[in-house]
T-cell receptor, first 112, second 114 residues
Framework: DQQVKQNSPSLSVQEGRISILNCDYTNSMFDYFLWYKKYPAEGPTFLISISSIKDKNEDGRFTVFLNKSAKHLSLHIVPSQPGDSAVYFCAASFQGAQKLVFGQGTRLTINP | DTGVSQDPRHKITKRGQNVTFRCDPISEHNRLYWYRQTLGQGPEFLTYFQNEAQLEKSRLLSDRFSAERPKGSFSTLEIQRTEQGDSAMYLC????????????FGPGTRLTVL
């Protein structure tokens, strides 16, 4: 039962353009969402989060959008830089749960 | 650097052997989590501690797995009678209870069972 899904295993974007990573969830109880970035041989590092009371959260080049009716969120990176090449995980949680449920990840490659 | 540390980073063992991994969380964090990640998948929750109390265990955590956090600081994860299906990356994370669900991850221990 995959409650958080990232349907694109990989994405390739040209440097300077916008990267859009997508994530869908099925559990309507989820009320907090996070994006993590993972480089090889390192643990995931927190990137940005959003609460279900918001539909957008922005931090520098990174913006997360939440569409609760569609149970969909997306991460926009603009402009994309070579250092953004990594695996990106979407994660979700809900009030009272002390754990994260992760998607399968999307490997983003930024081409020069 | 006072991030989450894990030891060892890599472990190769033969099927049937026991292995133990250690995690040192960020010092002021009272919550500690263990996750397992297999190839092509995201991390999957195994268990978590608040201080020394183990408060939740996933059904993924069979009776061959045991985790401890004896003094509310570092934690150990032991796998007894390892099987080839146990081969995975074992990730530890920590967080501060009053700071929400944002978890800080260590680099992981990669286990290979031959």
């Amino acid at each position: 039962d995959q409650q958080v899904k990232q349907n694109s295993p990989s994405l390739s974007v040209q440097e300077g353009r916008i990267s859009i990573l997508n994530c869908d969830y099925t559990n309507s109880m989820f009320d907090y969402f996070l994006w993590y970035k993972k480089y090889p041989a390192e643990g995931p590092t927190f990137l940005i989060s959003i609460s279900s009371i918001k539909d957008k959260n922005e931090d520098g080049r990174f913006t997360v959008f939440l569409n609760k009716s569609a149970k969909h969120l997306s991460l926009h990176i603009v402009p994309s830089q070579p250092g953004d090449s990594a695996v990106y995980f979407c994660a979700a949680s809900f009030q009272g749960a002390q754990k994260l449920v992760f998607g399968q990840g999307t490997r983003l490659t930024i081409n020069p | 650097d006072t991030g989450v540390s894990q030891d060892p980073r890599h472990k190769i063992t033969k099927r049937g052997q026991n292995v133990t991994f250690r995690c040192d969380p960020i010092s002021e964090h009272n919550r500690l989590y263990w996750y397992r990640q297999t190839l092509g998948q995201g991390p999957e929750f195994l268990t978590y501690f608040q201080n020394e109390a183990q408060l939740e265990k996933s059904r993924l955590l069979s009776d061959r797995f045991s985790a401890e956090r004896p003094k509310g600081s570092f934690s150990t994860l032991e796998i007894q009678r390892t099987e080839q299906g146990d081969s995975a990356m074992y990730l530890c994370a920590s967080s501060l209870a009053l700071a929400g669900i944002r978890e800080f991850f260590g680099p992981g221990t990669r286990l290979t069972v031959l």
